[in-house]
T-cell receptor, first 114, second 112 residues
């Protein structure tokens, strides 16, 4: 069975400093992994995805994530936070014989301090 | 190109009332999904459809029914609403099971 754990429910950083949002996954199969972002009172937008190609994945708005199989991690990073990055971020895994189903983490709320 | 739209955006129901949420997509996607989002939890799949005329249960299907009479529309019904169904409901669609899912803006439902 697949599962996703986002290690922090809230992360607070100052504008201009690096962002790290942590995600660990469990999957019996070679997984596909995603990060989605949800801005306040908005829908969900795909930031980036890993589908067994390059382990370092670049996404929109300067975000990137690295797939580390040995650590079963897929952490999201950004070198310099911007006020517009304040949002909730979801790590998602898809894998196994039921490829249609996405398994969602509980979310990490990113707070940007001016 | 509107993408995925949901109707209504907000709704308040009394316990026992019924309602239907409408999801429409204009991307000619085969797959459509209904999720619910509750505080402190990730999205959970209620029902999904792999094509016109098909539906299947997801992780939390109890208390909900769905229909996919037209390829572009996916309806979610609550026959007898309960306070436990207070949630934000998201619809999504994708070209197939591998491709990215595109999400609608959500419907905030409160059951009193």
């Amino acid at each position: 069975a697949q599962s996703v754990t986002q290690l922090d429910s809230h992360v607070s950083v100052s504008e201009g400093t690096p962002v790290l949002l942590r995600c660990n996954y469990s999957s019996s199969y070679s997984p596909s992994l995603f990060w989605y972002v949800q801005h306040p009172n908005k829908g969900l937008q795909l930031l980036l995805k890993y589908t067994s190609a390059a382990t370092l994945v670049k996404g929109i708005n300067g975000f990137e994530a690295e797939f580390k199989k040995s650590e079963t991690s897929f952490h999201l990073t950004k070198p310099s936070a911007h006020m517009s990055d304040a949002a909730e971020y979801f790590c998602v895994v898809r894998g196994g014989d039921s490829n249609y189903q996405l398994i969602w983490g509980a979310g990490t709320k990113l707070i940007i301090k001016p | 190109n509107a993408g995925v739209t949901q109707t209504p955006k907000f709704r308040v129901l009394k316990t026992g009332q019924s309602m239907t949420l409408l999801c429409a997509q204009d991307m000619n996607h085969e797959y459509m999904y209904w999720y619910r989002q509750d505080p402190g939890m990730g999205l959970r799949l209620i029902h999904y459809s792999v094509g016109e005329g098909t539906t299947a249960k997801g992780e939390v299907p109890d208390g909900y029914n769905v229909s996919r009479l037209k390829k572009q529309n996916f309806l979610l019904g609550l026959e007898s609403a309960a306070p436990s169904q207070t949630s934000v409901y998201f619809c999504a669609s994708s070209y197939n099971r591998v491709h990215e899912q595109y999400f609608g803006p959500g419907t905030r439902l409160t059951v009193t």
